[in-house]
Structures are given as structure tokens and as C-alpha cells.
């Protein structure tokens, strides 16, 4: 069964420095999603991406994030200047189309310090 | 009343009985419903889905839709210990249905 990708499973980096998570959604796919899980809270949604443009952000996507579809297949994250509270798990989703169910990678564990 | 809402639980059955889980929502999403299983660690992982009022079953799993009440459950029969895991409710925002919201989830435990 095709599934979503992420790379890497788990990313540590010093405060201040500059992150790319990578993802490859599945291939038949048109959307595709972040969201972030900070540990013991709920899945928040941070952007959705259709035809090579953000279709939608969240307040918490704001400057310092950016998202990029840089080739036919990866799709990435990346975070600016990063902070302590950007500790968080970083998921990929796609769906084939908008409102459609949502398939989720295995996540990236951003840990910050 | 946010989104989507979840009873965070935990929620503890015995082996084989009937897990009820539930979850209601605003008039904020788009009446399209999804549950989600999360193992501690994991990714979420799509169960079930459902679009229209009354139940949808898939084997041990059936998801209900009551949109005069604006409450969408979820119920698992014969549940087993692998069960474990935290559910999550999702709707996608009214509109264009790209972003969607999730429920805080409702910790089931499946007790031998």
C-alpha cells in the first residue's frame, strides 16, 4: 500500500538554527498537509499545499515557517531561527483531494535545545 | 465551542466488550468525518470515514453520524488489547475543506 514518507525520524538542533523536514506524499496524491504535535497535546494543523502554492495556513504558520515542493516528489518544512517551543512532532499528510481522508507519515521528531 | 471535541477519557473496557467513543463538533467544519487510531509514538492512522447521517460499519468498526446534533461517534465491538490506543476525531473547516481540525483524542485502554 503506498504510504507518505518522512525524513528524518528524529532532527535535533541547537535554538536558533534553521530546520528542513522532507516528506514524500503518495504519488497519486494532489494535497498535501503539516501539521505538528506538541507531546501530550492534540494534532494541529499548520498548512495545506495545492498546485504549488498554499492553499491554507494556520495562525501558527507565520514567518518563520515555509513550505516548498522543490521536484516532482519531495515536499518540505522549513523552519527559520527555530525556538524551544518548536519541539514538537512534525507530521506530512496527503490526500488525493481536498476534504478527502488524510494519510499520514511516521513524523519527524524536532527536538530543540 | 471549539471544532471538533473530544471526552479525553481514559476510557478503560474489558476484552470483547464495546467501546463507545464520541465527539461533537461546530458549525465551523464540513460535515465529513473521520477517526483516527494514534499509538503512543505513532503517526495517526485513518480508520474510518463517514459523509451522511445513520452508520457506516467496516468489520469490528462502526462510525455514526448525527448531524441534527452535531455528534459523530465511534464504536468498536469485541474490543481487544490492541485496541490500546488513542482516538482521534477529525473534520475538515467549512470551505474549501483543506485544513482539517482534530479533536483532542480519547484515550482507550482494552483491559485482558
Known amino acids: 500500500e503506498p504510504e507518505v514518507t518522512q525524513t528524518p525520524s528524529h532532527q535535533v538542533t541547537q535554538m536558533g538554527q534553521e530546520v528542513i523536514l522532507r516528506c514524500v506524499p503518495i504519488s497519486n496524491h494532489l494535497y498535501f498537509y503539516w501539521y505538528r504535535q506538541i507531546l501530550g497535546q492534540k494534532v494541529e494543523f499548520l498548512v495545506s499545499f495545492y498546485n504549488n502554492e498554499i492553499s491554507e495556513k494556520s495562525e501558527i504558520f507565520d514567518d518563520q515557517f515555509s513550505v516548498e515542493r522543490p521536484d516532482g516528489s519531495n515536499f518540505t518544512l522549513k523552519i527559520r531561527s527555530t525556538k524551544l517551543e518548536d519541539s514538537a512532532m512534525y507530521f506530512c499528510a496527503s490526500s488525493e483531494e481536498g476534504g478527502e481522508p488524510q494519510h499520514f507519515g511516521d513524523g519527524t521528531r524536532l527536538s530543540i535545545l | ?112
Request: hydrophobic letters at 30%.
Open chain 2, 1 to 112: 465551542q471549539k471544532e471538533v471535541e473530544q471526552n479525553s477519557g481514559p476510557l478503560s473496557v474489558p476484552e470483547g466488550a464495546i467501546a463507545s467513543l464520541n465527539c461533537t463538533y461546530s458549525d465551523r467544519v464540513s460535515q465529513s468525518f473521520f477517526w483516527y487510531r494514534q499509538y503512543s509514538g505513532k503517526s495517526p492512522e485513518l480508520i474510518m470515514s463517514i459523509y451522511s447521517n445513520g452508520d457506516k460499519e467496516d468489520g469490528r468498526f462502526t462510525a455514526q453520524l448525527n448531524k441534527a446534533s452535531q455528534y459523530v461517534s465511534l464504536l468498536i465491538r469485541d474490543s481487544q488489547p490492541s485496541d490500546s490506543a488513542t482516538y482521534l476525531c477529525a473534520a475538515p473547516r467549512r470551505g474549501t475543506g483543506n485544513q482539517f481540525y482534530f479533536g483532542t483524542g480519547t484515550s482507550l485502554t482494552v483491559i485482558p
